[in-house]
């Protein structure tokens, strides 16, 4: 719509004339009016553009025509040869210094040798000088898709390296944990079960028929032993996969917590405390890591009550909400004078400060909330509450 009102603008006023010469008004403005056509699909077919606008202002110079479809013209070999094929760029850089070269030769010799350099460098300047500006912007543009395309290229070996690093840290970490956690939690339970079984023997060959402390306390070990060794065998293999926490074949999960809750029953009854669980009949989807940390919350909670808390009842509760996960355990407080294992209550938080704070750093990684503390609404208790969102953000 600007080339179409500008070369309106120059008919009416009486701008420059190409060729001289008087001629009607719809023969001015129906050149202009294709050109105008043209420019609109000068991106997308430049090649098609470009022949109609050359035909067009052919005819127009040959009649006699005005300014202003020279000046569309000119917008016409700026899009050919920027959004053209390689080809018709180099065709357009030749073809227009060979037209114009032509055509200054030709005015000089058979016109006025002034006059023939003069509309020569007209020509130059209407042709040659949008063609080859496009072909700077071209370059440029080539030049800076090659330059992401690099930088693109150096971010994926960015990427890769950082995969490989991570994987040899992880293998690393890997033979690590196996060579100096498993061995010893493979002894731990070979061992005590030789024991176990060394003393089973004895009892039935003695006849004694109570139950012994020593046994249960020996399988309270080795069934830990085999367990923990177990955690540490899927935490090789998780450490030596390649897929790393998205792995979650053999992850801990929220059903799970049933069964955690009755691994322990044996050394609790042991204690002489009772474990009353509150667990949903289905829990909601949520992702693995909220998963493995809300495993990991109650299963170290517990072995907190089983170390400090005294003798009763244990609460452990678990409640999804719309956008959230609550658990809790509470337990009655260690007194003075209690079992031998026990502590004062002032020294609680000072035996089991580890297992706290790993608590509450877990929950804080997901963007949830942990307290631990007596309960102010049960004197007498202790409890460990984390607020975990059902959806982790990024």
């Given at each position: 719509?600007?080339?179409?009102?500008?070369?309106?603008?120059?008919?009416?006023?009486?701008?420059?004339?190409?060729?001289?010469?008087?001629?009607p008004?719809?023969q001015a403005?129906?050149?202009?009016?294709?050109?105008?056509?043209?420019?609109?699909?000068?991106?997308?077919?430049?090649?098609?553009?470009?022949a109609v606008?050359t035909?067009?202002v052919?005819?127009?110079?040959?009649?006699?025509?005005?300014?202003?479809?020279v000046?569309?013209?000119?917008d016409?070999?700026y899009?050919?040869a920027?959004?053209?094929?390689?080809?018709?760029c180099?065709?357009?850089?030749i073809?227009?210094?060979a037209?114009?070269?032509?055509?200054?030769v030709a005015?000089?010799?058979?016109?006025?040798?002034?006059?023939?350099?003069?509309?020569g460098i007209?020509?130059?300047?209407l042709?040659?000088?949008?063609v080859w500006?496009?072909?700077v912007?071209r370059?440029?543009k080539?030049?800076?898709?090659?330059?992401?395309?690099?930088a693109a290229?150096?971010?994926?070996l960015?990427?890769?390296?950082?995969?490989?690093?991570?994987?040899?840290e992880?293998?690393r970490?890997a033979?690590?944990?196996?060579?100096?956690?498993?061995n010893?939690?493979?002894?731990?339970?070979?061992?005590?079960?030789?024991v176990?079984?060394?003393t089973e023997?004895?009892?039935?060959?003695?006849?004694?028929?109570?139950e012994?402390?020593?046994?249960r306390?020996?399988?309270v070990?080795?069934?830990?032993?085999?367990?923990g060794?177990a955690?540490?065998?899927?935490?090789?293999?998780?450490?030596?996969?390649e897929?790393?926490?998205?792995?979650?074949?053999?992850r801990p999960?929220?059903?799970?917590?049933?069964?955690?809750?009755?691994?322990?029953?044996?050394?609790?009854?042991?204690a002489?405390?009772?474990?009353?669980?509150?667990?949903?009949?289905?829990?909601?989807?949520?992702?693995?890591?909220?998963?493995?940390?809300?495993y990991?919350?109650?299963?170290?909670?517990?072995t907190?009550?089983?170390?400090?808390a005294?003798?009763g009842?244990?609460r452990?509760?678990?409640?999804a909400?719309?956008?959230?996960?609550?658990?809790?355990?509470?337990?009655?407080?260690?007194?003075?004078?209690?079992?031998p294992?026990?502590?004062?209550?002032?020294?609680?938080?000072?035996?089991?400060?580890?297992g706290?704070?790993g608590?509450?750093?877990?929950?804080?990684?997901?963007?949830?909330?942990?307290?631990?503390?007596p309960?102010?609404?049960?004197?007498?208790?202790w409890?460990v509450?984390?607020?975990?969102?059902?959806?982790?953000?990024?």
């Amino acid at each position: 719509m600007g080339f179409f009102a500008g070369c309106l603008i120059l008919y009416v006023v009486g701008g420059p004339r190409v060729m001289g010469g008087d001629i009607p008004a719809w023969q001015a403005v129906l050149p202009v009016l294709v050109l105008c056509t043209a420019t609109v699909f000068r991106s997308a077919l430049p090649l098609a553009a470009l022949a109609v606008g050359t035909l067009t202002v052919t005819v127009e110079m040959v009649a006699g025509g005005g300014m202003g479809p020279v000046l569309v013209y000119t917008d016409l070999l700026y899009a050919a040869a920027l959004y053209g094929a390689p080809w018709l760029c180099r065709v357009l850089q030749i073809g227009t210094v060979a037209a114009t070269l032509a055509a200054t030769v030709a005015l000089v010799l058979l016109g006025d040798r002034s006059e023939g350099v003069t509309t020569g460098i007209i020509i130059a300047v209407l042709i040659i000088s949008p063609v080859w500006t496009a072909v700077v912007i071209r370059n440029h543009k080539e030049r800076a898709d090659a330059e992401r395309e690099r930088a693109a290229q150096i971010d994926r070996l960015a990427e890769l390296d950082r995969k490989t690093v991570l994987q040899t840290e992880r293998t690393r970490m890997a033979r690590e944990l196996h060579d100096l956690v498993a061995n010893h939690l493979s002894a731990i339970a070979i061992h005590s079960s030789a024991v176990l079984s060394l003393t089973e023997a004895q009892r039935e060959k003695d006849g004694a028929a109570e139950e012994d402390p020593v046994l249960r306390a020996l399988s309270v070990i080795r069934e830990n032993s085999v367990q923990g060794l177990a955690e540490m065998r899927r935490m090789v293999v998780l450490l030596r996969s390649e897929r790393g926490v998205s792995d979650d074949w053999d992850r801990p999960q929220l059903n799970a917590l049933g069964a955690l809750v009755d691994q322990a029953r044996p050394a609790a009854d042991a204690a002489g405390l009772t474990l009353y669980t509150e667990l949903p009949e289905k829990f909601p989807e949520v992702s693995s890591v909220i998963e493995v940390t809300a495993y990991r919350i109650v299963q170290e909670a517990l072995t907190n009550v089983l170390k400090h808390a005294a003798a009763g009842r244990v609460r452990i509760h678990c409640e999804a909400g719309a956008e959230q996960l609550t658990l809790s355990v509470d337990s009655p407080l260690a007194r003075p004078g209690g079992r031998p294992r026990q502590r004062p209550v002032e020294q609680m938080t000072a035996g089991a400060g580890a297992g706290l704070t790993g608590m509450s750093e877990r929950a804080a990684l997901v963007g949830g909330s942990f307290d631990a503390g007596p309960d102010r609404t049960a004197p007498g208790r202790w409890r460990v509450r984390a607020v975990l969102p059902l959806t982790q953000n990024p």
